[in-house]
């Protein structure tokens, strides 16, 4: 009955979504402001505005926190958002190290402290995953409200059996040769990944692409994000061992693209957390904010709105 209820009010919710939360360009409503944030060894380049409770916003791979205009459009409404890009990327600083999660998790309590939110509702995408569930781990009470969306966790439930999915060969590559390989090609070496993990690859338009494609073009962008996945393996047993002193207690959402992780994105969360809910974005494949920005946003909204 519980999930029965979930759906209904998610799809009621998309009647009422406004058509900001349609795929649009990638200014942030007016009143959201632009700071970099030094903290944790590195600089963060952070967008916030809105009023109310706090919800952090993470990206992930392929894209920046630039993804989820739609979204921040929406949360303003009642919510001071706050989104950063990842240690690395987007205008984020590109520092020599700390790429693993557990790390990245200070990044974000240390933004939270420069711009004074103690806990938020954290909504995170692909990597962002990871470096939320490390935050939940490592900071529980500053934690309200946890949504991951479409990606695995390092070490939680079946990864090992997620890493045998031919289409996952680019956790492994990286390295000196292969940065060589994809410089001056980032656009051909992205496609790849707009292409194969969209249910509909034209929905990933053409200025999103060129947007991506030139931030991640930027001097130690590739860099930093080969570094991303070549900390899964130190990722995972940073959450293996956290696993066996404890479990997230926080409600969680676990909503996978229909067409990509669906329902197993709440069999890893299961693994990991007492209150799970599981969701669906619709006709989506991994691209959730290009695919389907509707939908997404209803099940955020409605999630954090309990």
């Given at each position: 009955m519980r999930r029965l209820a979930f759906l209904l009010s998610a799809l009621a919710a998309l009647l009422v979504v406004p058509a900001a939360a349609s795929a649009q360009g990638f200014d942030f409503p007016a009143g959201f402001s632009q700071r970099e944030i030094v903290t944790n060894g590195t600089?963060?380049?952070?967008?916030?505005?809105?009023?109310?409770?706090?919800?952090?916003?993470?990206?992930?791979?392929?894209?920046?926190?630039?993804?989820?205009?739609?979204?921040?459009?929406?949360?303003?409404?009642?919510?001071?958002?706050?989104?950063p890009d990842l240690r690395g990327l987007g205008l984020s600083a590109k520092p020599a190290g700390g790429f693993d999660k557990k790390t990245q998790a200070l990044d974000v309590s240390g933004v939270m402290d420069a711009l004074g939110v103690q806990q938020a509702d954290v909504v995170a995408h692909d990597i962002g995953n990871m470096v939320a569930f490390q935050f939940a781990a490592q900071f529980p009470a500053r934690?309200?409200?946890?949504?991951?969306?479409?990606?695995?966790?390092?070490?939680?439930?079946?990864?090992?059996?997620?890493?045998?999915?031919?289409?996952?060969?680019?956790?492994?590559?990286?390295?000196?040769?292969?940065?060589?390989?994809?410089?001056?090609?980032?656009?051909?070496?992205?496609?790849?990944?707009?292409?194969?993990?969209?249910?509909?690859?034209?929905?990933?338009?053409?200025?999103?692409?060129?947007?991506y494609a030139a931030l991640y073009a930027l001097p130690g962008a590739m860099h930093s994000g080969f570094a991303q996945f070549a900390a899964f393996d130190q990722d995972a047993v940073d959450n293996r061992a956290w696993l066996a002193t404890g479990?997230?207690?926080?409600?969680?959402?676990?909503?996978?693209?229909?067409?990509?992780?669906?329902?197993?994105?709440?069999?890893?969360?299961?693994?990991?957390?007492?209150?799970?809910?599981?969701?669906?974005?619709p006709?989506?494949?991994?691209?959730?904010?290009?695919?389907?920005p509707r939908a997404t946003t209803a099940l955020v909204r409605d999630f954090l709105a309990r």
């Open positions: 600089t963060i380049h952070v967008r916030s505005g809105g009023t109310g409770p706090a919800v952090v916003l993470l990206h992930g791979y392929g894209e920046t926190g630039d993804m989820w205009v739609p979204l921040a459009a929406e949360l303003a409404r009642d919510h001071t958002v706050v989104v934690v309200r409200r946890l949504v991951l969306i479409d990606a695995p966790v390092p070490g939680v439930g079946p990864w090992e059996e997620i890493l045998k999915n031919p289409l996952l060969w680019h956790f492994r590559f990286g390295g000196p040769d292969m940065e060589r390989l994809v410089a001056g090609r980032e656009r051909i070496y992205l496609d790849r990944f707009w292409n194969e993990f969209s249910a509909t690859p034209a929905r990933f338009s053409e200025g999103a692409r060129q947007h479990r997230l207690k926080m409600p969680v959402l676990a909503l996978g693209g229909e067409k990509s992780f669906g329902a197993t994105m709440a069999a890893v969360m299961r693994a990991a957390a007492d209150n799970v809910t599981q969701g669906i974005v006709d989506s494949g991994h691209w959730i904010m290009e695919e389907n």
